[in-house]
T-cell receptor
Framework: AQKVTQAQTEISVVEKEDVTLDCVYE???????LFWYKQPPSGELVFLIR??????QNEISGRYSWNFQKSTSSFNFTITASQVVDSAVYFC??????????FGKGTRLHILP | DAGVIQSPRHEVTEMGQEVTLRCKPI?????LFWYRQTMMRGLELLIY????????DSGMPEDRFSAKMPNASFSTLKIQPSEPRDSAVYFC??????????????????FGEGSRLTVL
């Protein structure tokens, strides 16, 4: 079965701290894509990254970084020097075999000033 | 450029009434998705279209739900009759190319702001 698990339901950190959001996925397919989306309080989901299963290189974009490890079926997301504007719900997602994208249940992140 | 446009933003209705949610995808996007978001179940894919043709509707909860895409710029999700358990935020999303196959595009889904449905 295909599944995305975000075990952290809610996280609170103080501004400027680093925070890592965990994502564990399950799939029998060898070819798949992984995604992260951000849902700010306004409600609209915003795309952050797509990574295919053959590319295990870590990705860095500004304060954001992603660590993909096939050995542990994880695709974790780290925010460095967090800011209040990073407060949102973050979703990890998996696409396999076709265009169906299944989402994890999300992690609500609170950045406290 | 206009993003994905959904209407209504909020809908409150009584059990048994028909509900129609509307979506205008980004012009030129070939794929359109309908998702439902609830606290209990998170984001669930209901149905998606490619070039106006429904490809997979296995996520549609039951026969009370139906979706159409009569042309490239418009889609509807209809619930008839509505029930309190249908209360959720319904999102429409579109993508330029296949999220799976695209090698040149990011495979990004562009989401609308959602339609919050409350069935009393």
């Amino acid at each position: 079965a295909q599944k995305v698990t975000q075990a952290q339901t809610e996280i609170s950190v103080v501004e400027k701290e680093d925070v890592t959001l965990d994502c564990v996925y399950e799939t029998r397919d060898t070819t798949y894509y992984l995604f992260w989306y951000k849902q700010p309080p306004s409600g609209e989901l915003v795309f952050l990254i797509r990574r295919n299963s053959f590319d295990e290189q870590n990705e860095i974009s500004g304060r954001y970084s992603w660590n993909f490890q096939k050995s542990t079926s994880s695709f974790n997301f780290t925010i460095t020097a967090s800011q209040v504007v990073d407060s949102a719900v973050y979703f990890c997602a998996l696409s396999y075999r076709d265009d169906k994208i299944i989402f994890g249940k999300g992690t609500r992140l609170h950045i406290l000033p | 450029d206009a993003g994905v446009i959904q209407s209504p933003r909020h809908e409150v209705t009584e059990m048994g009434q028909e509900v129609t949610l509307r979506c205008k995808p980004i012009s030129g996007h070939d794929y359109l998705f309908w998702y439902r978001q609830t606290m209990m179940r998170g984001l669930e894919l209901l149905i998606y279209f490619n070039n106006n043709v429904p490809i997979d509707d296995s996520g549609m909860p039951e026969d009370r739900f139906s979706a159409k895409m009569p042309n490239a710029s418009f889609s509807t999700l209809k619930i008839q009759p509505s029930e309190p358990r249908d209360s959720a935020v319904y999102f429409c999303a579109s993508s330029l190319d296949s999220t799976w196959q695209s090698m040149v595009d990011t495979g990004e889904l562009f989401f609308g702001e959602g339609s919050r449905l409350t069935v009393l």
